[in-house]
């Protein structure tokens, strides 16, 4: 696989399997995952074979994070142009929009997504003229600052022309109406889907030729609460939150700032990287910061990039004295325990970070998708290797998405007493199993030094609650045959599917 630059003269972007070789089903240990995924030969090395599984249970497509993100500017406008099914996820994401508005300060609001409901005599004579009602109706109810279109895999079929909708508005009402591409069957991990927000982004609303702000910095995030403007204000530095809760005056000055950062690779990766290869700004290439180690490295490089070293020294000082001690505290109290993580890939990997720097042990763990590598192709940000260098194999390292039969075999076969998740679909399982789920709905809790404080005294609440758990397991039964509730190789149906036949 060769590097590829960021494409923004074409609106379609291309999928991470193409660009960075995503795979979905892989199982080993995290040592040999680093190794075949050769991260430090730019790529062109890696020798990762992907399982093939002969079904899916279930997983999520790349319009819901197109929902998740362009749905979540709050002076923008995304319509779904899309069947009413693909809009089911607006009532999710609007709980979510509103608690992120209500943490960050904001005026708490709805999201403001429109669909524009296709049916089956759309899927026959095609659906543009709904598609422009639905624009026309966003303009008249919100007068918005941008227009966000996002597609559907009905669309696809249909062969609707978003595209030139999308100029012709544009002119028409002198505000961008950016086309997004994103039909789930284009790739097979959602989070092509963040790439396709991220791409519109920065091919129609990042400002060119803008005054660079020398104190502000990028931060690539979702809905958490804000724990970086008090970090960053230590530094001298402002933080401009992007993409989720953003205005389309925040997205216009990304262009502008000193740098980017972001809590997480497989979020910012493109984006990030865009915006560099673009704009000039400078991608922080750290590891991510998660733990001591990888908290120490990000800043040091957010210090040299914005010429802030020894006010990032002064900080790492201080909360290294304010926060080990505490770390050393909650290593006493959990001692002993097993964990384990159930989330996105580069997240999971600094999860497993925290809760083996707070003395938990973690043979295991499972991530929805594994990139082989970033969009900036710098092995400072192989998050992988960075767990691995630092706290050791995980022997147990499985790529999974969100496969929920063999999350189950995951679990039976190495008894966590907690798991750690984002996506709570999962929590209703590992409960039917005795076994308390840490929900991280705020994505910022693990972050940084007081990260590892936060979760530690998370994990000490959950299992507080652990009889409740075993109380459940004790009176439910789990919808598996007999047979596969016996298995202890959740791929076992990958490597042999002529099993089903079988069965």
Known sequence: MLKTKI????????????????????????????????????????????????????????????????????????????????????????????????????????????????TEKDMVFGGIDKLRQSVDDAWERFHPKAIFISTSCATAIIGDDIDSVATEYSDKLGIPVVPMHCEGFRSKHWSTGFDSTQHGILRQIARKGGVKQEDLVNVISLWGSDIFTPMFKELNLRVNYVVDLSSVADLSQLSEAVATVSFCNTLSTYLASGLEQDFGVPQVKAPQPYGFAGTDAWLRELGRVTHREDLVEKYIARKHAEVEPKVAALRKKLKGLRGMSATGSAYSHGLVSVIRELGVESDATM?????????????????????????????????????????????????????????????????????????????????????????????????????????????????????????????????????????
């Open 367 to 503: 991530v929805f998708h594994h990139d082989p590598v970033y969009d900036s192709h710098d092995p400072r940000q192989d998050s992988l290797n960075e767990l691995v260098k630092n706290y050791g194999d995980v022997k147990s390292f499985n790529v999974s998405n969100r496969q929920q039969y063999q999350f189950y075999i995951l679990l039976k076969k190495y008894e966590p007493d907690f798991i750690l998740i984002r996506h709570n679909g999962l929590a209703p399982l590992a409960s039917r199993m005795g076994i308390p789920a840490v929900p991280l709905g705020d994505e910022h809790q693990a972050v940084g030094y007081d990260g590892m404080v936060n979760i530690g005294n998370i994990i000490l609440d959950v299992l507080a609650h652990k009889k409740f758990h075993l109380n459940l397991a004790a009176h439910v039964h789990l919808p598996y045959t007999q047979w596969w509730l016996r298995q202890d190789d959740p791929y076992i149906l990958a490597k042999h599917p002529e099993l089903l036949d079988k069965i």
């Open 7 to 118: 494409n923004l003269k074409t609106p379609v972007v291309e999928s991470r399997e193409q660009r960075l070789g995503t795979v979905v089903s892989w199982s080993g240990s995290a040592s040999d995952l680093v190794r075949q995924s050769g991260y430090s030969g730019g790529c062109g090395e890696c020798t990762l074979c992907e399982m093939r599984t002969p079904f899916s249970q279930g997983s999520v497509c790349s319009e819901q994070m197109v929902e998740c993100q362009a749905g979540q500017v709050r002076d923008a406008v995304l319509i779904q142009h899309s069947p009413i099914g693909c809009a089911a996820g607006q009532v999710s994401y609007n709980s979510l929009y509103r608690n992120g508005l209500k943490m960050r300060g904001f005026p708490v609001e709805g999201t403001k997504v429109l669909c524009t409901n296709l």
